[in-house]
Each structure stands twice: as C-alpha cells, then as structure tokens.
C-alpha cells in the first residue's frame, strides 16, 4: 500500500470561560512523525495540564497525559482531541493528511538472496549456517520477509544422506529459525548443469568434425597438426607483444635461455598536455590465426613462471571479431587434461620461481578465424611490483579429447582415401584420445576422417557443462530434485528456476528446433508443466536475462547455438520473473534506460516481475527506483516486490539495512509499515 504521513498541524479551538477558579487546561498535543499506510495505527502524545478529562472522535475517553494508539486510520482527515479542567473545554485537533493506498507495484515481497553449502559440519560448526542463521534474524528485524535458498548449487538438496550427513539436520534448524522470525523460505534449483553432474553423458557437447587420423602398429592417433609451436630462443616468433611491459626476455627460459617476459606496475597511456596520467590495463601475449577448419579441437600448452606477479593471468580464445568467447573459462587459467582425463584440479601458477605447465583444449567451432590471447586484462590491485614469463607456446590439433557418446552422438570413422565407414565395435573401439583397430581390419598407414562430440565443460565461466534438455533423462533427473526439494519444503508454495546464464546449449543434433530461442522456450515449458504436475498451485519465479532480447536472449551468447530470440515464448503467464537487469545503458531509440526496458519488455507479456536490486552495488538501488517509477508512468504494472542479490564473496549483507532504509526513504509508498 502507499504510505501515509501523519502530520503535526495543530489547531487550537478552545475558549476560557469567566467566573471558573481554575485556569483552562494546557493541552499539548502532537503526531508521531513517522510514516505510516492508510488502515493502520500510529501512536498520539499529549500533556493536558489541569484537565480533569480528555476525550476525543476516536476514544470516549483518553488519559491525561502520555499516549494513546487510535485504530486504524480510516478515511477521516481529522480528529478532535477535548480537554475539560474546571468548568473549562478546551479543543485541538490533529489532522490527518490521507494518500490514497498504493495499489500499483507494491513491494509485498521484500526478499534477500542466499547461496551457501550448509551439508558439511553441524550446524554452527558450518560458517555458512552462521551466516544464513543471521540472515534470518536480520531480515525480521529489518522488515524484509523472505528469503531465496540457493543451498550448494542445488546439488545438496538431492545428495545422499551419506554425501552430506549434516544437511537435513542443519537445514531443519534453519526451517525453524525462519519460521519462529516470521521469514519466508523459498527454494531454488533446477538448474541445467545438475542432470549432467548426476550422469555426465548428458552434458553438452560441442561437435568435432573430420579430424585426421593415422593408423600405426594397430593404433589410430590424431595427425600431428602444429599451429603454434614456439620456444622463443630467438625471440616473439609470430606473436604480438601487445600493449605495454610485455618483451623478449633473452636470458630467462623454461628449458633453454629465451622467454617473453611481463613486468608490473604498469605504464600510463599517452593523454593530452594537462590531462591525468591513466594507467595501461592490459599486458598480453596475441596471435591470430586464419583459415582454421571449422568445428576442431586443439590443445594449447605453455610454461609460466612468475615471480611476485599480482595482475591476474588468464587465457582468452575469440572470434575473428574478437567478441564471441571460444575459450573463456571459469577458472581464469583453464582446466587442463592429462591422459585424456580432466586434472583433479583447475590450472595455477607455481610457487615463485617456479615454472608450471598450464594446458587448456578449445573448439573453433563455427569460426575459421581466431583470436588467441593470454596475459593480463588488469594491472595488480595495488601496483605492486612483480615479474611473469611465458615460454614454449604448443598448440595442436588434438582427437577424442573428451568424447561423449549417447544416442545420436557417435564416434564415427571413415577412410580418407576410400570413403569406406567403419563402425565401433567391429572395426575398432575408442580408447585414450586414440582408437585400437579390431583384428587388423584397419591397415596401418591407413588415413581416417574421425568426428565426435568433445565435452564442452571447462571452455565457458560456468560450473560445469550443462546438461542437454533435449534427452529425456534431463527431465526425470530435474523432476526426481524437485520432489527432494519439495519433500524438505513441504509447505511451500513457491519455487524458484535457477535458469540464468545459461551459456552452452543446443548443440544436441537429436533437438531439432529452430533455433536455440526455441530450445530455451520448449525446455522452460517442459520444465514448468513437470513443476505443476509435482506440486499443483506451486509459484514459479525464474530469473530474466536468458528470455530477455535486452540482455542473453540475442542472436549470438557465448556458447549457445543459435539465436535465443523468442525464448520468452516459453515461460508461462504465472511464472514471476526476477529482473536483475543492470547499468542505464541506453539501448533503443529514443533512448530508454535498459531496466525501463526490459520491465516494459515483460510488462507486455503480461508477466507479473520482481526486481532484484542492489548487486553490490549501494547507487544501484537508487537507479532501479527511478526507473521503476519511469517504467509505472508509461502503463508498467505487476512488480510486487524486490530481492536484496549479492554476488561478492558469496554473499555480502553488510547493506541490508542501508538499502532497506533507502526503499522507505525513497518509495515510502511501496514499502507497508
């Protein structure tokens, strides 16, 4: 509802009547100041000194002095307040200045968003328990009411008993905590990479086509297929040194003197007489490489060594345009293989002094032109000074690398020279990144055609690959986590799709859509109608920016296939979108702020929305009001609440009570009292 202001005007009405002994009361009388909503009651003092009575419109009687709470404000503007002393009345009035109720994009959910791992380590003995226990707590206190439980990726709401021996017990505590404070608990899952955590020959995969094969001693391994090769003895090769403090090192080397060496702090870019200094960001290593057979797998392998180097080293493979990521991984330094298995661990640099060995394995996709860079993007947080060197730079052409087989995934294999198909099984198996020819049915030096699907995990800033919905294992696993969740939150009626950013997908010949908006949209609806089926009247929230055309719905996002135009399509009138849009940027002509956007974008479909404010970010609550109150002015209606998201450090809740506090101040008449 809108809020109300209840007003200090102070009107005095009273007469002295002659003849009395004693004087007229004092009446001093005054509203509290603070804000408060239509049909609720806020607290009246007053001081009627020598009165012997004091009633008003509201109560037949009053105490003399002190406080009185009224019921709740109805529509009256005015209330009447006479004190009698001696013979003598007098009267104030206090008016009551009356708004109308808000009813259009009230904040009646007032959320916080958690993600923690509370399955390890008995309730206080787990950090995060601490921390969502606190949250609770704080949150009640603060007048927020619920809150949306992201509980270790999803994956521990259907672990094992045996994997997480401390879940069920921490989490019945938390479920206790909540409901004592009076806070909703909402949970979240189902997002795509669990089915393929939980069967790993459903996750994405990327296809490899035609990949040169030569047959010796009984064995096919991939043709030795260099497109980069460099020890840097005698200097950059074919590489650019771009930016700045990136040089021949002629002295340093991982096996031989020669290397590339980085140096921090940084240069300064050349500005205009006058201006300020601005330190250079980027130090990188650079070479682009044409005429690239689509679809293709290739390893890259390099040493590094640093020595004190704070700035953070990545590894970068893009387009031609050097806008689309092929390689951009979680881990900034990628994870590499070994004996055609994953490592246990993501790549890291050494000890100082030390050279280590970071591998990474990309696909070029669609794309025959590429971009492959690795240095830093950024200087060292505090300038401090440190020394990198880069050396013996290997990229090749690798086969099998991380194959995944499945119905309508398939190695296959022919001949070169012939064209003659091989099958698996009768002709040959797949072994370690090589095939073993079955009973010499395959000559050596015979030369093949391989193709197959190569895992797309650890090419993209997400977990894992997730899983392709195409299947139908994808649905029975999410259908078997929703029913754990669901068991462990029997009395909710909420649930929250962790669809966002979903950055690998439609790459499983078997889908057939037209088009990866398609595949998004037939998924969304698949998995809304499973959620219904499990628990009917539940309601659905997912987040925004996959169905939003301002933010991932486009033509090209990351690692998807296809554009991603008309995934709105799949989401029904009842689920409730999380719009954590960001920044004004402007995006249509005339320009419209990005958030005034995409609220409208929903608004349209008739779409019922919930903003999710703040992001580490304490201004950004300021720009999501303003547009809010833009986006109510051009007809944008159904936003009935907002969600408290941070995403630092998992988690930063420091500001609860500054964006709360900036709501009330700036939206008086969104937030109930």
């Not at 109560?59 to 109805?74: E, F, I």
């Not at 995060?128 to 009411?145: E, R, T």
């Not at 099998?400 to 064209?419: C, D, F, I, M, Q």
Request: aromatic letters at 10%.
């Amino acid at each position: 509802m809108r809020q109300l202001a209840f007003s200090r005007i102070a009107v005095l009405m009273g007469t002295c009547l002659t003849g009395l002994a004693i004087a007229a009361p004092t009446v001093h009388l005054s509203a509290s100041p603070e804000v408060v909503a239509k049909g609720t009651s806020t607290s009246i003092a007053w001081d009627a000194l020598g009165a012997e009575s004091c009633a008003s419109s509201w109560a037949p009687s009053l105490p003399l002095t002190g406080s009185y709470t009224p019921p709740a404000l109805q529509a009256a503007t005015s209330y009447t307040v006479t004190c009698q002393g001696g013979g003598a009345s007098v009267s104030q009035q206090v008016t009551v200045q009356l708004a109308p109720a808000c009813v259009t994009n009230c904040f009646t959910k007032r959320w916080i968003y958690f993600y923690g791992g509370i399955a390890w380590g008995t309730k206080t003995a787990n950090a995060d328990f601490n921390k969502l226990s606190a949250l609770i707590v704080n949150a009640a206190a603060l007048g927020y009411n619920g809150i949306v439980v992201n509980i270790g990726g999803e994956d521990s709401y259907i672990s094992d008993s045996r994997d997480a021996p401390d879940f069920a017990g921490n989490l019945a505590a938390i479920k206790q905590l909540a409901l004592d404070k009076g806070i909703e608990l909402i949970p979240m899952g189902g997002h795509p990479q669990i089915p393929a955590q939980l069967q790993p020959e459903l996750a994405e995969a990327v296809p490899v086509v035609d990949t040169p094969f030569v047959v010796a001693n009984g064995v096919a391994r991939v043709a030795t297929h260099w497109l980069a090769n460099d020890n840097f003895a005698a200097g950059k090769s074919d590489w650019d040194l771009w930016d700045l403090n990136i040089q021949h090192d002629p002295t340093e080397g991982h096996n031989g003197p020669g290397s590339l060496k980085l140096v921090q702090p940084n240069g300064f870019d050349p500005v205009a007489a006058g201006a300020q200094p601005k330190r250079h960001e980027q130090t990188r290593l650079h070479r682009r490489f044409v005429n690239l057979q689509p679809f293709t797998s290739y390893r890259a392998s390099f040493w590094i060594m640093v020595k004190n180097y704070k700035a953070p080293l990545k590894v970068q493979v893009l387009d031609d345009t050097s806008t689309i990521p092929l390689y951009d991984s979680l881990y900034p330094l990628g994870w590499g293989s070994s004996n055609g298995a994953w490592n246990a661990k993501p790549n890291a640099l050494g000890a100082y002094g030390e050279w280590k060995n970071i591998t990474i394995d990309f696909n070029t996709r669609e794309f025959g032109n590429i971009n492959f860079y690795v240095g830093a993007w950024s200087n060292a947080k505090n300038d401090e000074p440190g020394e990198a060197w880069i050396d013996d730079m290997q990229i090749r052409e690798t086969g099998l690398a991380h194959p995944v087989v499945r119905n309508h995934l398939e190695v296959s294999v022919r001949s070169k020279t012939t064209g003659t198909v091989y099958k698996e099984g009768l002709d040959f198996t797949v072994a370690n990144e090589s095939l073993n020819i079955l009973n010499g049915r395959i000559p050596d030096g015979s030369q093949l055609l391989v193709s197959w699907y190569q895992q797309a995990k650890n090419m993209m800033p997400v977990w894992t690959a997730p899983a392709s919905a195409c299947p139908p294992e994808y649905m029975a696993w999410q259908r078997t986590g929703y029913e754990k969740i669901k068991e462990l939150y029997p009395s909710s009626k909420k649930f929250f799709i962790n669809y966002d950013e979903w950055r690998i997908m439609n790459w499983d010949p078997s889908c057939q859509y037209a088009s990866a908006g398609a595949y998004l949209a037939g998924t969304m609806t698949a998995m809304q109608a499973m959620l219904k089926q499990v628990n009917p009247g539940v309601e659905l929230y997912v987040w925004n920016d996959m169905f939003d055309p301002d933010m991932n719905a486009v033509d090209k996002y990351f690692m998807v296939n296809g554009s991603l135009l008309g995934a709105a399509d799949g989401i029904h009138p009842n689920t409730v979108i999380v719009n954590w849009t960001q920044r004004n940027v402007y995006v249509k002509a005339p320009p419209i702020p990005l958030q005034q956007s995409s609220l409208k974008f929903f608004h349209d479909r008739n779409l019922k929305q919930v903003i999710a404010l703040y992001y580490d970010d304490l201004p950004l609550t300021d720009e999501w009001l303003d547009n809010l109150d833009a986006a109510e002015a051009d007809g944008v209606t159904g936003v009935d609440g907002f969600m408290y998201t941070t995403w630092v450090d998992n988690g930063k809740y420091d500001d609860l009570a500054a964006v709360a506090s900036k709501i009330k101040a700036r939206a008086k008449a969104r937030w109930p009292q």
